[in-house]
């Protein structure tokens, strides 16, 4: 599945933090210099990066400057973005048209922030300006420099939008945000991503009570995201759509995003239920294979000549497979519509055969139980093989 993203909300709110900070001059001018031949992706933009600057906060300057400068907020097509799009194809039209919404330059800057050694992440929220929160969402990044989480967004900071026109103009504000100040324009989804000990509700937002209010439980962010880089694309899912649902859906924006979390858990258990259909077909195959090689030995009036116990191992193995992939057929949920007749047929093929499996071992229980002369006369009937599933 394709991640989803909502559409940006209007922006430049100019805030009342962050200073310009003289020496970026330095950096922004060597990033302005860049080789076009070194802009044509974002590898190509990291390694100029890294090539030129040393420490984290420096890098991270050049790579924000770099996508708040050069990409332009596409204003005639922010309505209409293609939310099929991966992320890879979000960074190519980027790169190649110098134009894109929020979550355009939040893929960019965020690709090349981990291209350059720095761990980043995008942020899926809503805003407000002037009081009014925005009724479309927004995407902006997080860093870690220095072991400390900044805030970054560098569509704000590219410019402003007057009369359907985009007007570049940067904006510090937006670069190295500290969370307890943006908190005040900027809500994520999801509250792991305030950055906070305290999160603010949607709620609070709203009304603008955004202050740290200690009374609240003490929230550990960092070993919380610890532990979220720990858990499978599902397991992120659900306790991110937990904690959503938890701040409470305020508005349709959340609610979108809620729906969607679902909806993609909902996908990716079914695609890992539809492997696992697979690995059973794969399994189920394995054992008809071995119960075809008994039944070609038992056609064979057992010959060549086999122990006791190869003998009953002959038949043993398939069956301890074909019980594994019964209890496993079982046990395996949703593969959705489209594949239900498969998993109906594979129930039934898997019974069928375990039953003439079964009747096999009878006989060899009842084989090995007899004498050798006695042995010899068991041998009346012919047994076709089995069929395979592909």
């Not at 026109?165 to 943006?182: I, R, S, W």
């Not at 039944?295 to 009036?301: F, P």
């Amino acid at each position: 599945m394709k991640n989803i993203y909502l559409i940006i909300s209007f922006f430049f709110t100019i805030l009342s933090f962050g200073q310009v900070n003289a020496g970026h001059a330095l950096i922004d001018n060597k990033m302005s210099n860049i080789p076009i031949s070194s802009t044509n992706s974002t590898q190509a933009i990291a390694d100029y990066i890294n090539d030129n600057f040393k420490t984290d906060t420096d890098k991270i300057r050049a790579a924000f400057y770099w996508t708040a400068s050069n990409v332009s907020y596409d204003v005639v097509n922010m309505l209409t973005v293609n939310f099929n799009e991966t992320p890879q194809q979000q960074i190519a039209k980027t790169l190649k048209t110098k134009k894109g919404v929020c979550i355009h330059y939040a893929t960019v800057f965020n690709d090349i922030s981990n291209k350059i050694g720095i761990q980043s992440y995008i942020i899926e929220g809503y805003t407000k300006q002037y009081g009014k929160v925005a009724n479309l969402a927004h995407a902006w990044c997080a860093a870690k420099i220095d072991n400390k989480w900044y805030l970054f967004d560098p569509t704000w900071a590219s410019g402003y939008v007057s009369n359907g026109k985009f007007f570049k103009k940067l904006n510090e504000n937006y670069f190295k945000a500290e969370p307890t100040k943006l908190i005040s324009s900027h809500i994520p989804f999801d509250y792991l991503w305030q950055f906070l000990n305290y999160p603010i509700t949607n709620n609070e937002f709203y009304e603008g009570r955004t202050q740290i209010n200690k009374s609240k439980k003490y929230f550990n962010f960092e070993s919380e995201i610890g532990e979220y880089n720990t858990l499978s694309e599902i397991d992120k899912l659900f306790e991110s759509a937990a904690r959503i649902e938890k701040n409470g859906v305020k508005n349709t924006m959340i609610l979108q995003r809620l729906e969607g979390k679902k909806k993609e858990m909902t996908y990716l258990r079914r695609n890992s239920n539809v492997e696992k259909l697979n690995s059973i077909v794969n399994n189920y195959n394995e054992a008809v294979d071995l119960l075809n090689e008994f039944v070609h030995y038992r056609n064979n009036k057992f010959k060549p000549i086999l122990s006791d116990d190869e003998i009953s191992r002959m038949i043993e193995a398939p069956i301890e497979k074909l019980v594994k992939c019964q209890g496993a057929i079982y046990a395996i949920g949703s593969v959705g519509t489209e594949n239900s007749s498969n998993l109906t047929s594979l129930k039934k093929s898997i019974s069928d055969v375990l039953a003439q499996a079964k009747e096999h071992e009878l006989f060899v229980q009842e084989y090995l139980s007899k004498s050798k002369i006695v042995r010899k006369t068991m041998f009346t009937k012919v047994f076709w093989s089995g069929i395979l599933l592909n």
